[in-house]
């Protein structure tokens, strides 16, 4: 596979962008935190884990199985430490400029590795960095705008988009944190994705016994086997996940790194959230 320019030679007017997005609906694939870096050490990728999950994206559109694919990554190691070291979460924001720089900047250096591995397997994937484009209204839990036209037009234009948990303006709050579960709703929503994968280091949504639930269509009735994440996580781990992904129209999965191949190929993995 090669760079899209090869299949297009680019919109220059407004006509061939709209043209551009109204396209397949996409597939939305969050690469956890958890997965592509070792989540308690500052910083450090688990490049392997990344490896293959790059290997399986590439060949899931080298095959036809997906045709329009935006991933999202999380913090791991490189937002959450941060994050957490200067008090920042998706609740209690930051004026101080040099705090945010700390968050954004690890998120635009483990961007920079999930890009560069993706572009090495033939990936056209591009950058998009959320604290550029979103802001978030006033209160806790405010709504989170995100302007979704960029995304779409690199999409219609046959781009791999790639967004990331990152730093968002925050009315009254200066900056606070928006999770890549909260960036996955917002595009799945705007763009009408087929699809959702969100794919951890748990195989799935783990029962009281430590079984992978099927399937979820209310938060209740797994609400108490619903922790926060075992390491440094500043956006509330798989409960918040379930709760917002519980809000979507297309059917999500939860799964583990043996999920993601299976899941690409449009079958079942992990637990369906619908
Ligand atoms: N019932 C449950 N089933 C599965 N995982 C659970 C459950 N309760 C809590 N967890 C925790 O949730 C974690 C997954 O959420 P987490 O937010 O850490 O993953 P992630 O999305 O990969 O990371 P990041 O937020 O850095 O992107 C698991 O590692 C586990 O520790
Ligand atoms: C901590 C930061 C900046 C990113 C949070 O995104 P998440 O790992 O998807 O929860």
Redesign the pocket.
Known sequence: MTGPGAARGGADDADDAADSEAGAPPVVLKLG?SLITEKDRPETLDGDALDAACDAVADALAAGDVDRLAVVH???SF??HH?SEHGVSTTAGTRDADAVAA?HGA?KRLNAHVLDRLRERGVPAVPVHPLSLAARAAGTGGDLDLPLGSTATLLGEGFVPVLH???VATAGDGVT?V???ELVVELAAGLGARRVGVCSTVPGVLDGDGDVIDAIDEFEAVADALGASDAT???GGMAAKVRELLALDAPAHVFGAEGLAPFLRGEDAGTRID
């Open positions: 935190g999380g913090g791991g937002g959450h994050a968050v998120m948990g990152d730093g944190v999770s890549g579960d996580d500043v956006s």
